[in-house]
T-cell receptor, first 113, second 110 residues
Framework: DTAVSQTPKYLVTQMGNDKSIKCEQN?????MYWYKQDSKKFLKIMFS???????INETVPNRFSPKSPDKAHLNLHINSLELGDSAVYFC????????????FGAGTRLSVL | GQSLEQPSEVTAVEGAIVQINCTYQ??????LSWYQQHDGGAPTFLSY??LDGLEETGRFSSFLSRSDSYGYLLLQELQMKDSASYFC???????????WGAGTKLIIKP
């Protein structure tokens, strides 16, 4: 069983569209994250979320919003997609809020045309 | 400001030992983590140091010196499959999120 799974693996869409990426973890972890990795491989945290608190990286545009229907899921919704949103998006989870060891999904490669 | 510095690229020979350094400047410190990422893959957790000293896990070891704001990842008996990017990450003291280095691409030659 895949510990952290995210779908879709690839997403190609037009500018201005709205899209969602789903993430599920079956590890029983309390904290989940979304990361963006650009073409230069730089990993940038976008959100971290547990059942108590959502921490938002203030540099993330408000077009990006996390949605968590339950502890095992943290989906990423993106409104009005822009060319600069093209990147690989990783979901991750950790047992502790400190995130000392995080488990990553396989990534979603988003291409905005 | 808050930053992590690590070399962008390191080259080594199969069977050798290589050290990847990481220096950090953060508002607080709650531990240094190391992750490995193969091309096209996801980051995978390697090690975590909260206290000074060396932690060993098989061929990989990680070292931390909090007084020097410095750590390193040591890879021994290098294998071709170790070719990957290696990231150090430090927990930020203000909002408890991980701050990531830009990654070190390890190239291994036969």
């Amino acid at each position: 069983d895949t510990a952290v799974s995210q779908t879709p693996k690839y997403l190609v869409t037009q500018m201005g569209n709205d899209k969602s990426i789903k993430c599920e973890q079956n590890l029983g972890h309390d904290t989940m994250y979304w990361y963006k990795q650009d073409s230069k491989k730089f990993l940038k945290i976008m959100f971290s979320y547990n059942n108590k608190e959502l921490i938002i990286n203030e540099t993330v545009p408000n077009r990006f919003s996390p949605k968590s229907p339950d502890k095992a899921h943290l989906n990423l919704h993106i409104n009005s997609l822009e060319l600069g949103d093209s990147a690989v998006y990783f979901c991750a989870s950790s047992q502790d809020p400190q995130g000392r060891s995080q488990y990553f999904g396989a990534g979603t490669r988003l291409s905005v045309l | 400001g808050q930053s992590l510095e690590q070399p962008s690229e390191v080259t080594a020979v199969e069977g050798a030992i290589v050290q990847i350094n990481c220096t950090y400047q953060t508002s607080g410190f709650y531990g240094l983590s190391w992750y490995q990422q193969h091309d096209g893959g996801a980051p995978t957790f390697l090690s975590y140091n909260a206290l000074d000293g060396l932690e060993e896990t098989g061929r990989f070891s990680s070292f931390l010196s909090r007084s020097d704001s410095y750590g390193y990842l040591l890879l021994q008996e290098l294998q071709m499959k170790d070719s990957a990017s290696y990231f150090c990450a430090v927990r930020d003291g203000s909002n408890y999120q991980l701050i990531w280095g830009a990654g070190t691409k390890l190239i291994i030659k036969p």
